[in-house]
C-alpha cells in the first residue's frame, strides 16, 4: 500500500512570496489533515477535510493560508505572502473513513515539506 | 481544552536498558491517548493507542504505554531499548471540541540510545 505522499519536500522562499505544497492521501482515505510542525514543537492542525469539506480550520491563519481539497482526493496548501515565522515542517496525514465520534482511526503521516522563509 | 505534556526534551538511555519517556494528560471526559514516533526527515508514524480497556497497551516494535487515571499519565515503555529507537516521540490526545479526529500535540521528546 503506498504512504502519503508530499512535494515538494524541500523549499526556500523569500518573505512576502508565495508557496504551494501539495498532498495525495492513501487510497480511499476520506480524511485528510495538514500539520504545521515548527522546530521544537509538536505538529499543530492547520487544516482538516472530510472529503472534500472543510471540517476544521479553526487555527489556519486565514489572511494568507489557503487549502484545497477540490475532488475529495489530493489537496494543496497555499501560503501567500510568506512571513519569517512560517518556516516549519508541513506535515499531510489521512485517515481512513470513521463509524462515528466515538470510533478513532490511525493517521497516516507524509514525509512532510520542509519550508524555510528567509 | 485537551493538552499532553512531555516534561523530559531528551532522555538518554543505554542500549538494552529500560526506557521510558513520560506524558501527563489534561482533558474534559474521557481520554483518547497516542503515542507517535518521528525518524529524521520523515513523518510521524504511529506506535500505540488508549482508547478504553486496559490500562497496559501494547504497540509497534516492542514499545508499550501505561495509563494511569489517578496520575494523568501515559507513559511509554520498553524493556530493552535498541540503537534504531532513537528517535522523537510524541505523545498526543484527541480532542473532541472540534473536529471528531482532531490530535492535540505534545512537544516531543528526544530519546537517545547509545550503543
Known amino acids: 500500500e503506498a504512504g502519503v505522499a508530499q512535494s515538494p519536500r524541500y523549499k526556500i522562499i523569500e518573505k512576502r512570496q508565495s508557496v504551494a505544497f501539495w498532498c495525495n492521501p492513501i487510497s480511499g482515505h476520506a480524511t485528510l489533515y495538514w500539520y504545521q510542525q515548527i522546530l521544537g514543537q509538536g505538529p499543530k492542525l492547520l487544516i482538516q477535510f472530510q472529503n472534500n469539506g472543510v471540517v476544521d480550520d479553526s487555527q489556519l491563519p486565514k489572511d494568507r493560508f489557503s487549502a484545497e481539497r477540490l475532488k475529495g482526493v489530493d489537496s494543496t496548501l497555499k501560503i501567500q505572502p510568506a512571513k519569517l515565522e512560517d518556516s516549519a515542517v508541513y506535515l499531510c496525514?489521512?485517515?481512513?473513513?470513521?463509524?462515528?465520534?466515538?470510533?478513532?482511526?490511525?493517521?497516516?503521516f507524509g514525509p512532510g515539506t520542509r519550508l524555510t522563509v528567509l | 481544552a485537551q493538552s499532553v505534556a512531555q516534561p523530559e526534551d531528551q532522555v538518554n538511555v543505554a542500549e538494552g536498558n529500560p526506557l521510558t519517556v513520560k506524558c501527563t494528560y489534561s482533558v474534559s471526559g474521557n481520554p483518547y491517548l497516542f503515542w507517535y514516533v518521528q525518524y529524521p526527515n520523515r513523518g510521524l508514524q504511529f506506535l500505540l493507542k488508549?482508547?478504553?480497556?486496559?490500562?497496559l497497551v501494547k504497540g509497534s516494535y516492542g514499545f508499550e504505554a501505561e495509563f494511569n487515571k489517578s496520575q494523568t499519565s501515559f507513559h511509554l515503555k520498553k524493556p530493552s531499548a535498541l540503537v534504531s529507537d532513537s528517535a522523537l516521540y510524541f505523545c498526543?490526545?484527541?480532542?473532541?471540541?472540534?473536529?471528531?479526529?482532531?490530535?492535540?500535540f505534545g512537544t516531543g521528546t528526544r530519546l537517545l540510545v547509545s550503543p
Open positions: 496525514a489521512s485517515s481512513p473513513p470513521g463509524t462515528g465520534l466515538g470510533s478513532y482511526n490511525e493517521q497516516f
Open positions: 488508549y482508547i478504553t480497556g486496559d490500562n
Open positions: 498526543a490526545v484527541r480532542d473532541m471540541s472540534v473536529g471528531f479526529q482532531k490530535l492535540v
